[in-house]
């Protein structure tokens, strides 16, 4: 059975790839960077094209490789500082590889069934305790409007021409292989030997914090049960809050390192106080989420003491 991820040699594509390969499928990527053959075959591609998610490559794809039975979308900007610094390139990246994608399966593949990437941003800020996913979004930064402007164009095609797909909201993914955000910023950190570590925010940041491996299987379960509409939309987020400052020093702990840490109070553009996701809709459909936060982290610092040998 053939499926296609777009963005394969991103973070979550690159362990979704894996995971999907090591269950018997022959994986297909699309996207940006080149990945050499000994390592394309490490992440469990069949074959990759390096290149934009339009007409032509897609159906070079296709030519190449036959249709696939389902697509993963997850191409697209994964950074609010980016999409504050570069807007329009942020929104090249996750609503017109959207469009352009959709439009092809309209014209090529309307029965195949489309599972998107999306993010729990699109809810905004002012959210206090979990957040159902007919809570209606409000964006504040140009990744979740973005991301919100994607997700509408899917509802049109599921409307208009039936073209199915389901979006998972995901909230603060992290895991083995992540090389930015906060994780990654404390650990290079620590590893150049700071004896104090001054962090922006005030630590109080509640978020939802899910290892990419459950995000994995969230995805190819979200492809494997019934739809119940052309559209749906369902949290990414196993509805446990984690305040950033509890998460730091989780893995400060799991680091040896005694350090002071402190925040300067100032909040990011953009960034929300709260992000918890509501899960009853997973909790009904039997999903456990299998990685406590700690091993999780725990998992996250040998990886990056490891990543260089």
């Known amino acids: 059975m053939s499926v296609w991820i777009t963005g394969a040699n991103g973070f979550i594509g690159r362990h979704l790839a894996r995971a999907l390969a090591d269950a018997g499928q022959t994986v297909h990527g699309i996207g940006h960077g080149a990945i050499p053959d000994a390592e394309r075959?490490?992440?469990?591609?069949?074959?990759?094209?390096?290149?934009?998610?339009?007409?032509?490559?897609?159906?070079?794809?296709?030519?190449?490789?036959g249709l696939p039975e389902a697509i993963f979308h997850l191409a697209g900007g994964s950074s609010v500082g980016f999409s504050i610094a570069q807007p329009f390139e942020d929104f090249s990246r996750t609503v017109v590889s959207t469009a352009r994608l959709l439009e092809w399966l309209r014209g090529v593949a309307p029965d195949r069934r489309l599972i998107v990437a999306s993010s729990a941003a699109v809810y905004g800020t002012g959210r206090d305790g979990p957040i159902s996913e007919d809570t209606t979004p409000a964006p504040m930064s140009p990744y979740g409007?973005?991301?919100?402007?994607?997700?509408?164009?899917?509802?049109?095609?599921?409307?208009?021409?039936g073209i199915r797909s389901v979006v998972a909201r995901l909230f603060s993914v992290y895991g083995p292989h992540l090389r930015k955000q906060l994780l990654w910023d404390v650990c290079t950190r620590l590893e150049q030997g700071d004896e104090t570590l001054v962090l922006g925010g005030t630590g109080s940041e509640m978020r939802d914090w899910t290892d990419v491996r459950d995000i994995v299987r969230l995805l190819t379960r979200l492809r494997e049960w019934p739809q119940p509409q052309p559209f749906w939309v369902i949290n990414g987020g196993a509805g446990r809050g984690t305040s950033v400052a509890e998460v730091v020093a989780t893995l400060v702990r799991h680091w040896g390192n005694d350090v002071t840490v402190r925040y300067s109070g100032n909040a990011r553009a953009g960034d929300p106080s709260s992000l918890i996701a509501d899960d009853k809709v997973l909790r009904r459909l039997n999903f456990d989420w299998q990685v406590p936060i700690d091993k999780g982290i725990a998992d996250y610092v040998a990886w990056f003491k490891e990543r260089a040998h």
């Open 145 to 161: 409007q973005h991301k919100r402007i994607a997700e509408h164009l899917c509802e049109s095609f599921a409307a208009t021409f």
């Open 41 to 65: 075959q490490c992440v469990g591609l069949q074959s990759w094209l390096n290149g934009e998610i339009d007409a032509a490559n897609l159906s070079s794809l296709a030519s190449a490789q």
